[in-house]
C-alpha cells in the first residue's frame, strides 16, 4: 500500500511554542523511527519503537522532546516550548522487523521556529 | 564512538560517465550494515545499496556498486552510467547490530550531473 506518511509536510511555529508531529507508517511495520536532520548535515538517531514501547530514546535531546506509539502504528513527536534550534527536517521511517530489514523513510516534516 | 565521514561535499560528473563517492566509518563492531542512501529534494531518504560486514563479496544493484575495504574502513560507491536523475544528496550509513538498530550518518555528498 502507501508509504510512511508524515504530516504536515511544512510546520512554522514561533519560539515557546508546542508543536506534534504525525507519523504514519507502512502497514504491519512493528519498527519505527524518527530522525531529525538539521541543514547541511545527515540525519541524526531520536528514538526508536518496537510495537508501542520505545526501544531507545537515548537520541532525544533534552526532555521537551517525546514520542509516542499508542497503539502500535501511528507515531506522535511532540516538543514543547520550541526554541530556535529546534528546526530541522524531522524524518520518520518504519520497518517489517528491527535490523536486517530496509527502512522506508517519509517526506519529513520541516520545522521552522521563528 | 561510531562515526561516519563523507569528505566530499560535493561531486559534479558528466552524464553516462562514472563517479565514485568516498565513505570511511569508524566501529569496534565486528558485524555490522552498511548503506547508502540517495536522498533528493523531496526529502525521502531511498536506499540505494546495502552491505553486510561479514560478506567479503562487494554489493551490486544495476549502476550502483560499492567498494568494501573492512580493514581500511571504507566503504565507496560507484555509480556507473550516471544519469540526470541520479542528482542528489548521498548518505553513507552504519548500522550496528546490537539492539537499537540506529543508524549512523555521515554528513552527506551532493552529485551534480552535467548534461
Known amino acids: 500500500g502507501a508509504g510512511v506518511s508524515q504530516t504536515p509536510s511544512n510546520k512554522v511555529t514561533e519560539k515557546g511554542k508546542y508543536v506534534e508531529l504525525r507519523c504514519d507508517p507502512i502497514?504491519?511495520?512493528?519498527?519505527l523511527y524518527w530522525y531529525r536532520q538539521s541543514l547541511g548535515q545527515g540525519p541524526e538517531f531520536l528514538i526508536y519503537?518496537?510495537?508501542?514501547?520505545?526501544?531507545?530514546d537515548s537520541g532525544l535531546p533534552n526532555d521537551r522532546f517525546f514520542a509516542v506509539r499508542p497503539e502500535g502504528s501511528v507515531s506522535t513527536l511532540k516538543i514543547q516550548r520550541t526554541e530556535r534550534g529546534d528546526s530541522a527536517v524531522y524524518l520518520c521511517?518504519?520497518?517489517?522487523?528491527?535490523?536486517?530489514?530496509?527502512?522506508?523513510f517519509g517526506n519529513g516534516t520541516r520545522l521552522t521556529v521563528t | 564512538a561510531q562515526t561516519v565521514t563523507q569528505s566530499q561535499p560535493e561531486m559534479s560528473v558528466q552524464e553516462a560517465e562514472t563517479v565514485t563517492l568516498s565513505c570511511t566509518y569508524d566501529?569496534?563492531?565486528?558485524?555490522?550494515?552498511l548503506f547508502w542512501y540517495k536522498q533528493p529534494p523531496s526529502r525521502q531518504m531511498i536506499l540505494v545499496i546495502r552491505?553486510?560486514?561479514?560478506k567479503q563479496q562487494n554489493a551490486t544493484e544495476n549502476r550502483f556498486s560499492v567498494n568494501f575495504q573492512k580493514a581500511a574502513k571504507s566503504f565507496s560507491l560507484k555509480i556507473s552510467d550516471s544519469q540526470l536523475g541520479d542528482a542528489a544528496m548521498y548518505f553513507c550509513?552504519?548500522?550496528?547490530?546490537?539492539?537499537?538498530?540506529?543508524?549512523?550518518w555521515g554528513a552527506g555528498t551532493k552529485l551534480i550531473i552535467k548534461p
Open positions: 519503537f518496537q510495537g508501542t514501547g520505545a526501544a531507545d
Open positions: 566501529t569496534s563492531e565486528s558485524d555490522y550494515y
Open positions: 521511517a518504519s520497518s517489517k522487523t528491527p535490523g536486517s530489514s530496509p527502512l522506508h
Open positions: 550509513a552504519q548500522e550496528g547490530t546490537g539492539s537499537n538498530y540506529q543508524l549512523i
Open positions: 502497514s504491519g511495520h512493528t519498527a
Open positions: 552491505q553486510e560486514a561479514y
